[in-house]
T-cell receptor, first 112, second 116 residues
Framework: QQQVKQSPQSLIVQKGGISIINCAYE??????FPWYQQFPGKGPALLIA?????SEKKEGRFTISFNKSAKQFSLHIMDSQPGDSATYFC???????????FGKGTRLHILP | DTAVSQTPKYLVTQMGNDKSIKCEQN?????MYWYKQDSKKFLKIMFS???????INETVPNRFSPKSPDKAHLNLHINSLELGDSAVYFC???????????????FGPGTRLTVT
């Protein structure tokens, strides 16, 4: 129940294309769903986050779509750029404690 | 200017040794975390401290002992290092109570530990 399942494991997209990463969760007590971006040799950094009472959140080229009934959420990167090449983690927080549970990550590569 | 800093950035040591990793945050946060990222990039929480009090202690060998001398510091001491301890260790922090509370965690740059 504490898992967050993320797919795909890796993704290659042409410059200008749309990158889509999907996540699914089990625990209905989760109340915060962030996406973190990690560049090689750096720590993860918050990219965008959503609460379960909202179905979509957009910040610039990044959009989270959230489907509470299906217990799924996804990250869409519009007009993908080579500088977006990084590892992306979906995550979920909630329940009894303060833990954030991370998905296993998606390595995104944008072709120039 | 660095929000969450860790030292050292790289640590190479032999099996059986004892080592420490230090973490400091200057964000005024009250909660700090240690995460382990393995070779497959999987991020897993190890510990969390709120105002110097341990609030999360995952299933981590007791060779790992966190210490929080104050709200701005959370150090990780590892005894009798094993090959399987090789990983990148990240410190993170957030504001859990009071004004400016947020779920957002700010991560440090990581410490790459290699045990030979």
């Amino acid at each position: 129940q504490q898992q967050v399942k993320q797919s795909p494991q890796s993704l290659i997209v042409q410059k200008g294309g749309i990158s889509i990463i999907n996540c699914a969760y089990e625990n209905t007590a989760f109340d915060y769903f962030p996406w973190y971006q990690q560049f090689p040799g750096k720590g993860p950094a918050l990219l965008i986050a959503i609460r379960p009472d909202v179905s979509e959140k957009k910040e610039g080229r990044f959009t989270i779509s959230f489907n509470k009934s299906a217990k799924q959420f996804s990250l869409h990167i519009m007009d993908s750029q080579p500088g977006d090449s990084a590892t992306y983690f979906c995550a979920a927080r909630g329940g009894r404690d303060d833990k954030i549970i991370f998905g296993k990550g998606t390595r995104l590569h944008i072709l120039p | 200017d660095t929000a969450v800093s860790q030292t050292p950035k790289y640590l190479v040591t032999q099996m059986g040794n004892d080592k420490s990793i230090k973490c400091e945050q200057n964000l005024g946060h009250d909660t700090m975390y240690w995460y382990k990222q393995d070779s497959k990039k999987f991020l897993k929480i190890m510990f969390s401290y709120n105002n110097k009090e341990l609030i999360i202690n995952e299933t981590v060998p007791n060779r790992f002992s966190p210490k929080s001398p104050d709200k701005a510091h959370l150090n990780l001491h590892i005894n009798s290092l094993e090959l399987g301890d090789s990983a990148v260790y990240f410190c993170a922090s957030r504001k859990r109570t009071g004004t400016g509370t947020s779920y957002e965690q700010y991560f440090g740059p990581g410490t790459r530990l290699t045990v030979t």
